[in-house]
């Protein structure tokens, strides 16, 4: 299947996805797919993940140990996603750059649409790797293999 590289996005995605702001080394956050209380939005934790493989921290630009997801993480997740409406994501965006304009400054400088067309790449990503019944390994760093690289089929 190969991978999905999402540059620089993948820390507003993240935020946009939960609502979380910590790094990948910090991000401890104990669910894949739950529900915000006070106004029942739903947070997926499709970026960070939350099961670290231990020894796996690289160097040179990486920035922690590797994550994995199981297959039935993957499938949920899938799921979660296909929730959110472009509509919704669009909403979650605006309140972002309300709420924290200084937070991700040069990336909010990017339209909606870059951010709502990386988000469709990964719900794509997760909806293939569910119809196929896998698992995921997330990592954060510097790759060069250009050969694993995956597009969004047309």
């Known amino acids: ?34 529900r915000k209380k006070e106004n029942n939005r739903l947070l997926i934790n499709a ?3 939350t099961t670290s493989i231990e020894g796996t921290k690289g160097s040179f630009k990486d920035f922690g140990p590797v994550k994995y997801l199981v297959p039935s993480e ?3 997740i899938s799921e979660a996603l296909l929730q959110i409406s472009e509509k919704e994501f669009t909403k ?10 200084d937070v991700y400054r040069t990336l909010w ?7 709502w067309y990386i988000f469709q790449c990964i719900s794509e990503y997760y909806r293939i790797a569910a119809e196929e019944t896998r698992g995921m390994l997330l990592y954060l760093g ?7 690289m995956w597009e969004m089929p047309e």
């Open 74 to 76: 993957t499938q949920q």
């Open 92 to 101: 979650r965006y605006e309140e972002a750059c309300v709420l924290n304009p």
């Open 1 to 34: 299947m190969g991978r999905l590289e999402i540059d620089s996005y993948w820390h507003a995605i993240h935020y946009l996805l939960t609502e979380d702001i910590s790094s990948w080394e910090e991000c401890q956050i104990p669910f894949i797919v739950a």
């Open 109 to 115: 400088d990017e339209e909606v649409d870059e951010y």
């Open 47 to 49: 970026v960070m993940g």
């Open 142 to 148: 510097c790759f060069y293999g250009v050969d694993f």
